[in-house]
């Protein structure tokens, strides 16, 4: 917003609301800014924007991430969403194919997937659908490895620790974040090859992601909420789709693999050389582990490839609008 001319406590004031994971208070926090009459709303996630559109009918409203807004009954249409609100589309249920294959790739004689996901939230379901479809398309075991609370996601562990061998798809949301270490630590501790929908699964440890770029989405919600402060109405504007994709990838270790200490530190050594080897980047953007390198959308092995190569750094997306109000 500061690039797009707004100053902070100057032209622009900005109020952030926090349910941290727990559903049940998004309608409190959606009652609270329609009390406040404030000017916009900007939320993210399925089950807040749902919440916000049900509780502010004429305040603005624009989602920076949502995985399939028609089917979730958030908008009529992409080309014209309708009443006040609009916004980006992960475009999620489309890349739960590419997802697999990156991960089959992998691992191509596992014949078995299963997708880690919060079996409450109607966004997913449509994401885990698809992967079912494009598990059953490759002639590879599919496995709804669902949960709605911890004691759930407690079981749903050792269900998995059960089917092995077998591939890992975790999916973005607001209860796998709040989960993000038990999942890591597990996936670990029994070296399943995972894919993950958010790259800062990677950057605490995991071993590859495959989605949207964040930081592109949010920089264009911010140009939807400059041109609704100016005047344009939500229901006119198209909702957008991602036009950059990120694909990061844990860098293998310096260590042979012989010289592993675990079995999952061997596996993941393994892994990450096979993905190195096997999965043509294209034009995504491709970062290779906390400190490794990325040219022009393909991997470079050295670090002096050019003045354009530069090592990931773990990054926390900010944004300034109006009102900012999530879920997660």
Known sequence: MRELGYVEGHTVETEYLFADGHFDRLPDLAANLVEHKVDLIVTTSTSAIIVAKRAAEKIPII????????????????????????????????LSAKRLGLI???????????????????????????????????????FDAGARNLDELTAMFGELAKRQPLVLVVTAEPFTAEHRSRILDFVAGHAIPAMYEDGRYVEAGGLIS??????????????????????ANPANLPVEQPTKFESIITKPPRRSASRCRTRSSCAQTSWSNSLHEAIPLGRSAVKV?????????????????????????????????RVRFRAD
């Open 63 to 94: 989602f920076a991430a949502s995985s399939d807004p028609i089917s979730t009954g958030v908008v009529a249409s992409l080309a014209h969403p309708g009443g006040n609100i609009t916004g980006l589309s992960l475009m999620a249920v489309d």
């Open 104 to 142: 089959h790739t992998l691992v191509p004689r596992v014949g078995q997937v299963a997708v880690l996901w919060d079996s409450s939230n109607p966004g997913m379901a449509l994401r885990v659908r698809e992967t079912r479809a494009a598990a059953e398309q490759s002639r590879v075991v599919f």
């Open 210 to 231: 495959y989605g949207p770029s964040v930081r592109d989405l949010f920089n264009r919600s911010a140009q939807l909420v400059d041109k609704i402060l100016k005047g």
């Open 289 to 321: 582990g906390p400190d490794a390198s990325h040219l022009d959308g393909r991997y470079c092995p050295s670090r002096s490839c050019s003045n354009s190569t530069r090592s990931l750094r773990p990054r926390r997306v900010s944004f300034r609008s």
